[in-house]
Structure formats: structure tokens, C-alpha cells
């Protein structure tokens, strides 16, 4: 049997100068579940995607806080070639609506998406958010296709039987047919009316397991029979098929930061873990951030040790306060007037309070702590300030807030070099630019106050590399790995 190729919906005025043409070609827009209204909060992690302010309009799921996956053919040019769908910002404005079952009403969050991942071998893309939704539990991924005979549920929020432009999601029980290499045939089963229309295109399909929803695939052609304005009786589609692309869709909607959510508590003990980094509150009290693995190299601290029992919470009002057992308030990062704020602890090392509608890519911040991450050649007159950090393959390079420059092992965490610049006030690191490297506490420089040096200042436009054999390396202006030229080092082979 050969299905028609889906478009996602457009607008009325575009439907009317283009129906004749897709009939010519053989092809209707597919769209939204014509089956029954959902009921507030029910289904939240499906999503309307708004698209071009109106010029199209799909449906999404919330695979994670900031992803949501849904059909490459919504973004495309020609929605019936959706290979040709591009990474990077959608060429056109659009706006997601997600964990909102009445459109008309204010539950769930509105929010831009920003970035595209298309999957080239099917109808998939993956779309990021500019900010996290929060209380919005996501959908989970299937990890073995749908069997013939499964029930599964369909959810959108395109066209019914009878509304047009419907404000509300609707949901339909649906069989599966058959199985494909990338694809599932699903035939409507409760109502047996319920159908794939326009509008839906993007939506989710997936079997309830309790009060788990896992998704099985993602709606991509119709015959759009008792949609609105079909005269077709056909009511089969076909999905996109999810399960044997788990790992990808994992991986590539990882984000570049970890999440803590408007009014939660990091108890006494409690990690907030990233890729590379992790936020803990201490047992002693204080907390910090550190390289995983190298829980002696502070990155960044409150300096709120000797509070055992402490715990920090980021409040309701935007404020994250650390506080002692006894609930006295001993640190916090001054954002209380912005409430519904959300922590991030970023891959580039810095920990930044956002607004709710803010992020890396979004902007909106109102507190960092300047905790950073650099890379990992230090060029001539660069300074590497306290809570600066640079990593390698094999080790990591920390200027510590004690004022100590130290190399770590990642494998084990295992200090493998130090100046040895414990100070009262936190130091910093410069590669100067007579090639000499030196370590000043804060306040101090050009020369006046230093407390370690490399004794290298007779090479002017000397620079420094941590390597990925684990060696700290300053190499003459014109040196470098493989061409020689180097003329001081730790040895820190890792």
C-alpha cells in the first residue's frame, strides 16, 4: 500500500492556493489526532509547535527539559523531502507550547526553539528549547520496536472530525499493523474514528505502561481519513520508529549544562553531577564544584565549611541560599527578585542563576559564579584566574581558589603536580609576556608579590600547553608538540 506523503498543516489562506496541487501530485498535508479531548494535565509532555507565526503548525514530545522530538518534515521547504531539513536555528520563527492540554489556557510553558538535530535516514529531528521546562515529567524511549497487534496511544493537536483549527489536545488508541526497518502502520481502535490529521504531524505515539508513557514513534504519514475537510476513508499512518536510535537521540540531545529546578533543595551529601563537573554540598557545609573524579581540586566554593549538616535551596523567589541545619541563612547568590529562577551548572565550568525564560543560548542570567573553563594552551600574557580551569585527555589543570596551580589525573583523581601556593587570598596564574609563568596572589602582579615562577623570563612570547600525554609544557614563541622548542615542564606523563 502506498501512503500519501504528509505536509504539516499550513495556514488556511496557503491550503486554498496550494489544494489543487497536492491533489495533482498525489499528496495531502497530514496533520492532528481526530480522536477524543484530553483533559488538563493529562499527556503533558506532548507539545504544539507553532511555526513561521502561523504559517504551520505540528505537534512535538518532551523527550528531556530542554529537547523535544517531533518530524523533520514540519521544518522543511518541501515537507515532502524531509532529508533536507538542516542543523542549526529553524529558518523560521517557532514557538513550542508544551504540558498545555487547553491551549487557551496557562499550565506548561511557551518557548522558542533553537536549535535543529535532523536524523538524515527518516522523517526525525530533535529540537531545542531556549529554556528548560520544568514540572513536565518527559516521555520515555522505547527500546524494541512495537509488535504487531500492541495498542498504543496517539496524542496532537491538529485537526478532529469537526474543528479546523482545534484549541485543545486530543488523543486516540491505536493498533499496530506492521513493522518496518524504520517505520510502524497504525490503524486507528478507540474511537475507530480517531485518525492522523493535519496538525499532528511531529506528534507522539506510545504505550502506556502505569503511569509511564514510552514513546514508540512519531507521526509521519496519514491518509487523513475523517479528518476535517478529507473526503478520504482511509485511516491508516505511519510512524517513525524511535527505538533503534535510543543511543543517537540520547547523545545528541544531551545538553551542555545540568539542571536544578525552581524550589529544590540540595540536602547535606547531594550532588548536582554534569558531564565533567559536579555541584556538592559538602558534609562539612560548604559547596563546591569540582572536576568529577578530582574531588580534592576545587574549582569553586561558597567558603561556607564548618557548617556540618548545611543544605542550599534554590528558593521560590530566584534566590539559591545555602543554610545551616539549624534553617540560618549563611550564603546566597542575591536573585531574589526574579522569581521561578533555575540553576545551571554549565560544561564551561560556571554555575549561573537564570531567569525561567533564560539559558545559555537564551541569555537572561543574573548570577554566575565566574567559574570557567579555558583551553588548554595558555598563551603569552594570558591570565588564569581562581575557579579557571583546562583540560586535556588525560589530566586536568586547575588554578584553585587556595591559590595552588595543580595538575590532576582524571583517571583516579591522583594529584600529579602543584606550585604549592597555598594562600590566604585566592591567587591566579599568568603566562607573562617575557615567557616567564608566575603565580600572584590576588591583588598582587607585574612582578610585585609573586610566589612562584618558572624562571623561564628569558624567552619572550613563550606559551604553555597542557598536553594530552598529561605534561605541562611552556614551549619558546616558535615551539610547540612535534616541533620541539619546549624549555620547562612538570613530567606529569599521564
Not at 8 to 30: D, N
Not at 210 to 230: D, N, P, R, Y
Not at 265 to 283: E, F, P
Request: with cysteine.
Amino acid at each position: 500500500m502506498q501512503l500519501k506523503r504528509p505536509r504539516a498543516a499550513w495556514m488556511t489562506s496557503l491550503l486554498t492556493t496550494t489544494t489543487a496541487g497536492l491533489l495533482i501530485l498525489g499528496t495531502v498535508p497530514a496533520g492532528a489526532v481526530a480522536g477524543d479531548p484530553v483533559a488538563d494535565g493529562g499527556y503533558s509532555f506532548s507539545a504544539k509547535l507553532d511555526i513561521g507565526e502561523g504559517k504551520r503548525s505540528c505537534s512535538a514530545a518532551l523527550i528531556n527539559p530542554t529537547w523535544l522530538i517531533t518530524a523533520a518534515s514540519c521544518f522543511a521547504a518541501d515537507p515532502a523531502n524531509p532529508s533536507t531539513v538542516t542543523a542549526g536555528r529553524p529558518a523560521d520563527k517557532t514557538v513550542a507550547t508544551v504540558g498545555r492540554a487547553d491551549l487557551g489556557g496557562t499550565a506548561g510553558k511557551s518557548v522558542e526553539v533553537v536549535d535543529l538535530k535532523p536524523r538524515a535516514d527518516r522523517d526525525l529531528v530533535l529540537a531545542r528549547l531556549a529554556s528548560p521546562v520544568f514540572g513536565v515529567t518527559p516521555v520515555a524511549l522505547a527500546t524494541a520496536a512495537p509488535a504487531v497487534g500492541d495498542t498504543l496511544r496517539a496524542t496532537g493537536y491538529g485537526r478532529t472530525g469537526d474543528e479546523w483549527v482545534p484549541t485543545r489536545l486530543h488523543s486516540a488508541a491505536v493498533t499496530v499493523k506492521s513493522a518496518a526497518a524504520t517505520t510502524v502502520t497504525i490503524a486507528p481502535k478507540a474511537p475507530a474514528t480517531g485518525a492522523i490529521c493535519k496538525g499532528d504531524t511531529g506528534g507522539p505515539t506510545f504505550k502506556e505502561n502505569g503511569t509511564t508513557a514510552v514513546l514508540a514513534g512519531v507521526h509521519s504519514l496519514s491518509w487523513q481519513g475523517g479528518c476535517f475537510g478529507s473526503t478520504e476513508t482511509r485511516t491508516d499512518a505511519v510512524e517513525t520508529r524511535v527505538d533503534d536510535i535510543r543511543q543517537w537521540i540520547a547523545d545528541s540531545s544531551s545538553t551542555d549544562q545540568a539542571l536544578l529546578a525552581p524550589d529544590t533543595k540540595l540536602a547535606s551529601g547531594q550532588t548536582l553531577a554534569g558531564r565533567d563537573l559536579q555541584l556538592t554540598m559538602g558534609s562539612d557545609g560548604n559547596l563546591t564544584i569540582t572536576h568529577k573524579g578530582i574531588p580534592n581540586g576545587v574549582i569553586w566554593a561558597t567558603g561556607t565549611g564548618g557548617n556540618p549538616g548545611a543544605y542550599a535551596w534554590l528558593q521560590p523567589d530566584g534566590n539559591f541560599v545555602v543554610y545551616t541545619a539549624d534553617n540560618r541563612p549563611i550564603w546566597n547568590t542575591a536573585t531574589w527578585t526574579s522569581g521561578g529562577n533555575y540553576l545551571s551548572l554549565q560544561d564551561d565550568g560556571n554555575l549561573v542563576v537564570y531567569k525561567k525564560d533564560g539559558g545559555p543560548l537564551a541569555g537572561n542570567a543574573v548570577w554566575g559564579s565566574g567559574s570557567t573553563r579555558i583551553g588548554n594552551t595558555i598563551t603569552s600574557g594570558q591570565p588564569v584566574w581562581s575557579a579557571q580551569w583546562a583540560e586535556a585527555r588525560s589530566t586536568v589543570l586547575i588554578m584553585q581558589r587556595d591559590g595552588n596551580l595543580a595538575v590532576y589525573r582524571k583517571s583516579d583523581g591522583a594529584y600529579l603536580w602543584g606550585t604549592g601556593t597555598y594562600t590566604s587570598t585566592s591567587g591566579y596564574f599568568v603566562m607573562q609576556s617575557d615567557g616567564n609563568a608566575v603565580v600572584y596572589p590576588a591583588g598582587q602582579g607585574n612582578g610585585v608579590g609573586s610566589v612562584w615562577n618558572s624562571a623561564t623570563w628569558w624567552s619572550a612570547g613563550a606559551f604553555m600547553k597542557l598536553q594530552d600525554d598529561g605534561n605541562l609544557v611552556i614551549y619558546k614563541k616558535e615551539g610547540g608538540e612535534g616541533v620541539g622548542g619546549a624549555i620547562w615542564s612538570t613530567n606529569t606523563f599521564a
